[in-house]
């Protein structure tokens, strides 16, 4: 149903995405009150974001910073997540441990604020779109990581976010920097991208399906199932990475393939026991343990009970914690992201629309670097390498029919 159709006084529900009326409609805080009020005074005038049209700083009472939801969603959310998240917060304030349990409601709490941010920044820049998804339907469903520093000798007071104003959290929402009082937070989700570091199969390249570039296949491959000790391209020196590995398996019983997800060596290390009967046990996400370095080397945590320690950063600054967001974005995030089609044949192959989008993210993405003073002249070659072919493609759609293009075959190995 569309806006139109919904008639006056609906909106969707920022959790679930149905319809809601006036009547049944509450309001979402996507910065929740409780942190607001530990950061400062909730009322107090904020910069949201810069217009995208006129440049200018949009100023606004942090408390008003809300977006329509349904009564039963709010309230179920408020009770549940946001309380964990709350008792976690302040317990990292305090520069307390963590238990593993408190963990995973921390990561979940990100993936809902990160969310929230995307389906915020939609509704405030009137998107014509409507977005595909809501935060029922994307919270732990993807790899997962969230990089922490805890300073116990900063006193002071208040919250920033940031990381958000680029194509790729605007495209797939996957990152975002985040400063309550004492702590900052690195939070990145993205398909497959840290399942290699945990000794689980990942995906060598993403493919958009040529009938639907909305959706996407992967070629699937595994170098073993050890899990990586050494997380460098990931951690902050000094910081506590905890992160999470999630996967489904799809196909069927019959053919097999879910045994390179579900096996020996993984089952041990999945959150719960998985029961895999019927075709529908596997039409869902399994998730990891919890792996953390807070022990000194990354290792799975079984135990939910396990407290964790958590440290300070040696770069402990708003500037470091930027560079190493856009990292993270070049090196792990962008090279999933597909540039190329794959037909039902298995055949891949450029597309004009593809190419492009890649080309926006990894400029962009450099010239923030740049900016920061990072250089790299790999990457600056691949960007001129794709740029030469998607001008090839631009020019042979010229040349004949307008969104076609020669392709560069391949076969999907899966």
């Not at 910065?31 to 909730?42: E, H, K, Q, S």
């Not at 969603?73 to 305090?94: D, H, I, P």
């Not at 997800?261 to 993984?266: D, G, I, K, R, V």
């Not at 999933?336 to 891949?348: A, D, F, M, R, Y």
Request: net charge positive; glycine share 8%; with cysteine.
């Amino acid at each position: 149903m569309s806006r139109k159709e919904q008639g006056p006084g609906w909106s969707n529900c920022i959790f679930c995405g149905e319809p809601v009326g006036k009547a049944d409609r509450s309001r979402e805080h996507v910065l929740p009150m409780w942190m607001l009020r530990a950061t400062g005074d909730p009322n107090r005038r904020i910069r949201i974001e810069i217009d995208p049209i006129t440049g200018q700083d949009v100023i606004r009472p942090a408390s008003t910073f809300h977006f329509p939801a349904c009564r039963p969603c709010n309230e179920s959310y408020g009770k549940k997540l946001e309380a964990q998240a709350k008792k976690a917060m302040e317990a990292l304030f305090a520069g307390k441990s963590l238990q593993v349990s408190q963990c995973y409601w921390l990561l979940d709490w990100l993936d809902k604020v990160r969310i929230g941010l995307w389906l915020a920044y939609n509704t405030l820049h009137k998107e014509f779109f409507q977005p595909k998804f809501r935060i029922d339907q994307r919270l732990g469903k993807k790899d997962r990581i969230a990089i922490i520093s805890v300073d116990p000798d900063d006193d002071s007071k208040g919250f920033g976010f940031g990381g958000i104003d680029n194509n790729i959290f605007r495209t797939s929402q996957a990152g975002m920097y985040l400063r309550i009082n004492n702590i900052r937070i690195l939070s990145v989700s993205f398909e497959n991208f840290i399942s290699r570091f945990a000794g689980m199969p990942y995906s060598k390249e993403v493919f958009a399906l040529a009938e639907d570039i909305n959706q996407h296949r992967a070629s699937i491959a595994c170098d073993g199932y050890e899990l990586k000790h050494d997380w460098r391209e990931f951690a902050l020196p000094g910081a506590t990475v905890v992160a999470q590995s999630i996967f489904w398996p799809g196909g069927g019983i019959s053919d097999g393939r879910w045994r390179m997800f579900l096996n020996s060596e993984t089952v041990s290390r999945l959150r719960r026991t998985p029961r895999v009967s019927k075709p529908e046990h596997l039409n869902r996400f399994f998730q990891t343990q919890l792996i953390s370095n807070s022990d000194g080397s990354f290792r799975y945590h079984g135990d939910p009970r396990k407290r964790l320690r958590f440290g300070k950063a040696q770069a402990n600054d708003d500037a470091n914690f930027a560079k190493a967001l856009y990292v993270i974005y070049l090196k792990h995030v962008l090279p999933l992201t597909p540039n190329k089609v794959i037909n039902s044949e298995g055949q891949s192959y450029g597309t004009l629309v593809l190419g492009m989008l890649w080309l926006e993210k990894a400029v962009q993405i450099l010239f923030r670097l740049r900016d920061m003073g990072i250089e790299d002249s790999n990457t600056t070659e691949a960007l001129i390498d794709e740029l030469h072919k998607v001008t090839r493609l631009r020019e042979e759609s010229a040349a004949h029919i307008p969104g076609t293009c020669v392709p560069e075959y391949s076969q999907l190995v899966s």
